[in-house]
């Protein structure tokens, strides 16, 4: 048995030292002559004169040490030999093709993967736009969702977990990159039988005494300090509901009367039942939206959502 596994593993070494020789253009020659099964027409589709083809593939069965054809007057015929090495070979050819190809793609961002961080309530308007055209651009790149708060999503981007966040406002990230996009009016969300969702216009003072709700997670941090700095400039004391739930629950308790909440233009993009949203009329500040990334980060397909990005956000500051 030791002298049976010694053999074993001479074969395999002379195998691997053979395969060594074997130059990749000689394995491509011998495939296409076993499809024409002639040598001058294969070098027809190869593009190569017809002594180069019977060279190489001469090269490849010496180097073998197996008669791969047998050559005849009009032509040639794969040998049993030869049919077993050729079916073996087709197939490897083909999975290398397949691995090249997709190496490529993967390296221009034509395919592969980009996980990207955000929270609901800027899952629509600018940013489904870009993920939208991002798609019809590159249909083989998947898009992997994560929500999560501002933070929560930064600290994935630093830890390579996530390729990208979109978060509301600046970021203090100083080992990140962050690019502003896009801006977003700020909205109020009021029941839709609030007194003041049929007025003609809404400012600030009319705010002064309501309870609104600020969620502890998305952009409710932003949300909670625009609402402070702006009922205290009308010389008033904020009503704050702090409340730990997500964007459509919120809307739903908006509906049922217990307060008001501001929120972004993209917000209204989604129709909540009971819910009128309004401008401010003396409302002078925009909602801000940047996209958060790692430096480190050398991600083909980043990179092609970067750049769309930003030519989206010129063309919508453009316009």
């Given at each position: 048995?030791?002298?049976?596994?010694?053999?074993?593993?001479?074969?395999?070494?002379?195998s691997q030292?053979?395969?060594?020789?074997?130059?990749?253009?000689?394995?491509?020659y011998?495939?296409?002559?076993?499809?024409?099964?002639?040598?001058?027409?294969?070098?027809?589709?190869?593009?190569?004169?017809?002594?180069?083809?019977?060279?190489?593939i001469?090269a490849l069965?010496?180097?073998?040490?197996?008669?791969?054809?047998?050559r005849?007057h009009?032509?040639?015929?794969?040998t049993?030999?030869?049919?077993?090495?050729?079916?073996e070979?087709?197939?490897?050819?083909?999975?290398?093709?397949?691995?090249?190809?997709?190496?490529?793609?993967?390296?221009?961002?034509?395919?592969?993967?980009?996980?990207?961080?955000?929270?609901?309530?800027?899952?629509?308007g600018?940013?489904?736009?870009?993920?939208?055209?991002?798609?019809?651009?590159?249909?083989?790149?998947?898009q992997v969702?994560?929500?999560?708060?501002?933070?929560?999503?930064?600290?994935?981007?630093r830890?390579?977990k996530?390729d990208?966040?979109?978060?509301?406002?600046?970021?203090?990230?100083?080992?990140?990159?962050?690019?502003?996009?896009?801006?977003e009016?700020?909205?109020?969300?009021l029941?839709?039988?609030?007194?003041?969702?049929?007025?003609?216009?809404?400012?600030?003072?009319?705010l002064?005494?309501?309870?609104?709700?600020?969620?502890?997670?998305?952009?409710?941090?932003?949300?909670?300090?625009?609402?402070?700095?702006?009922?205290?400039?009308?010389?008033?004391?904020?009503?704050?509901?702090?409340?730990?739930?997500?964007?459509?629950?919120?809307?739903?308790?908006?509906?049922?009367?217990?307060?008001?909440?501001?929120t972004?233009?993209?917000?209204?993009?989604?129709?909540?039942?009971?819910?009128?949203?309004?401008?401010?009329?003396?409302?002078?500040?925009?909602?801000?939206?940047?996209?958060?990334?790692?430096?480190?980060?050398?991600?083909?397909?980043?990179?092609?959502?970067?750049?769309?990005?930003?030519?989206?956000?010129?063309?919508v500051?453009s316009g």
């Open positions: 048995m030791r002298r049976s596994a010694r053999n074993r593993n001479r074969q395999s070494e002379r030292v053979q395969l060594g020789r074997i130059p990749l253009v000689a394995l491509r011998a495939v296409v002559a076993a499809e024409v099964l002639n040598f001058r027409h294969a070098a027809n589709v190869l593009g190569v004169a017809q002594s180069c083809v019977s060279a190489r001469k069965e010496e180097t073998l040490g197996v008669l791969l054809f047998e005849r009009r032509g040639v015929r794969l049993e030999a030869g049919q077993r090495f050729v079916a070979v087709s197939t490897g050819i083909g999975h290398l093709d397949h691995a090249v190809r997709t190496a490529g793609a993967i390296s221009s961002g034509a395919e592969g993967r980009l996980t990207i961080g955000l929270h609901a309530s800027i899952a629509s600018f940013l489904a736009d870009l993920r939208g055209r991002y798609r019809a651009t590159y249909p083989k790149v998947e969702i994560t929500e999560g708060r501002s933070s929560e999503t930064v600290a994935l981007v830890d390579g996530l990208i966040a979109f978060v509301v406002g600046s970021v203090e990230a100083p080992d990140c990159h962050s690019r502003e996009l896009w801006q009016s700020l909205m109020i969300a029941p839709a039988d609030h007194p003041l969702a049929s007025s003609p216009t809404i400012i600030w003072a009319d002064a005494t309501e309870t609104f709700l600020v969620r502890n997670g998305g952009s409710g941090p932003q949300v909670f300090e625009h609402v402070i700095r702006r009922i205290v400039e009308r010389e008033r004391s904020p009503r704050i509901h702090r409340i730990d739930v997500g964007r459509d629950t919120l809307m739903h308790m908006v509906a049922a009367g217990e307060g008001i909440t501001l972004s233009e993209a917000t209204t993009n989604v129709p909540f039942p009971g819910v009128a949203f309004r401008r401010i009329a003396d409302e002078a500040e925009q909602a801000r939206f940047s996209a958060v990334w790692s430096p480190h980060n050398s991600s083909p397909a980043l990179r092609n959502l970067l750049d769309l990005a930003t030519e989206m956000s010129r063309s500051r």
